[in-house]
Each structure stands twice: as structure tokens, then as C-alpha cells.
């Protein structure tokens, strides 16, 4: 039997629970939340992140986000 759609009330609690959760372990909790968009869907496809729209916006805020913690490596200028 399929399950019934979560509203967002409890959707929100799920997510309150999780940061608890996150933070009682002693990791950073981020600000940016990805939602569940066709584009990040695409992208398990195509191996290609969005750059445009509510999806591409998000992706941005993300990759901030990783930075700001030091999870991205530092961008180093190719020899031309």
C-alpha cells in the first residue's frame, strides 16, 4: 500500500528533528535546503548541475554554503 504524502506541517517537523539530530553529533547544519525539483533529478541523469531557475539558485547557495565550512578544494589558476 503506498504510503500517504507528507504535509507540511510534518514535512517541517521531519526536518527541526533531522537539524537536532545533525547538531547533537557535532556537525555543521546548513542553511541552503535542496528541494525535491526535476532539475536535481535530470542531473542524476546527465551528471550536469543546474544553473538556471529555482534549481540552478539553490545549487549556487549550496556550493556557498561547502565553501564557507572548507568542503570545496581552493580554485587554482590553469597555466595558459
Sequence with gaps: MPRKPLGRS????ILVARDKEVTKAGLPVL???????VAFQEMSFTGVPP????????TSNFLYDLEALGGLPETTKLAS
Design 10 to 13: 510534518e514535512h517541517g517537523a
Design 31 to 37: 542553511s541552503t535546503r535542496l528541494h525535491r525539483l
Design 51 to 58: 544553473t538556471t531557475g529555482l534549481a540552478g539558485f539553490q
